[in-house]
């Protein structure tokens, strides 16, 4: 299946193409659920945090998540749009591998159980509650990070990916629209992911809550997405 979703994602999305594959992976590969110990975060975070020098730990997380959560949500938003199907990709079950810059290039799900026919939670919703929320609970007892700044990046990029999918409208993914703010019923009040993006006069969906990485030496912010170009416009 893995295969199979690869062959769905445009060329817009081609560097996450193969953001999750099946196996356990290479020698380094480590399972995602033993970042939960501070000696292992700390040691991930290493290789990714040279460049930096001495900057906020908080500030360098939330820069080292948007590669996890662009390698995460590529395939498994286009499993879920184009095949109608989850990835097995439980936090506690899940392998990542990260690049010679420490970035996070791939996630590896158990061999077992690629097409994910069983033990799924269904839709987005299986995603978020299954992986994104874990996640997003590490990282902010690892280094003290809000979840709202993680949950804005999770947002951000799945909303990116869904429209690059073609899955911007309701008829099109039901799930995506409600779960990343489209429509604005109850349901997409009551979850992170819709409460992250607001949208402008102009339609611009932007953050509500600053991703942090213009602190970083030499990153950019995230130009009309931020918040904080919003305020100065003003």
Do not use: K
Not at 67 to 89: I, K, Q, S
Not at 91 to 101: C, K, M
Not at 107 to 113: N, S
């Amino acid at each position: 299946m893995i295969d199979e979703i690869a062959a769905r994602v445009p060329a817009s999305l081609e560097t996450y193409r193969h953001g999750v594959a099946v196996g356990p992976g290479g020698a380094t590969a480590l399972p995602v659920a033993a970042l939960r110990d501070p000696g292992v975060f700390e040691t991930t975070l290493s290789t990714f945090g040279a460049g930096y020098g001495a900057v906020d730990r908080r500030v360098l997380v939330s820069y080292w998540s948007q590669f996890y959560l662009a390698a995460l949500a590529t395939p498994a938003l286009t499993a879920l749009a184009c095949l109608g199907r989850p990835l097995p990709l439980a936090f506690d079950t899940t392998r990542l591998e990260l690049d010679d810059a420490g970035r996070p290039a791939r996630l590896l799900v158990p061999a077992e159980t690629p097409d994910c026919r069983s033990g799924c939670a269904s839709g987005l919703a299986g995603l978020v509650e299954g992986h994104l929320r874990p996640f997003v609970d590490m990282c902010h007892a690892r280094c003290g990070i809000a979840p709202r700044v993680l949950w804005g990046n999770a947002a951000v990029i799945l909303d990116y990916v869904a429209g690059e999918l073609g899955c911007a409208g309701e008829p099109t993914c039901p799930a995506a629209a409600t779960r990343l703010g489209w429509r604005g019923d109850l349901a997409c009040g009551r979850n992170p992911l819709a409460q992250a993006l607001c949208a402008d006069a102009s339609g611009c969906r932007r953050r509500r809550v600053c991703c942090l990485r213009h602190r970083l030496p030499g990153v950019p912010s995230c130009g009309a997405l931020c918040p904080l170009e919003r305020a100065t416009e003003r």
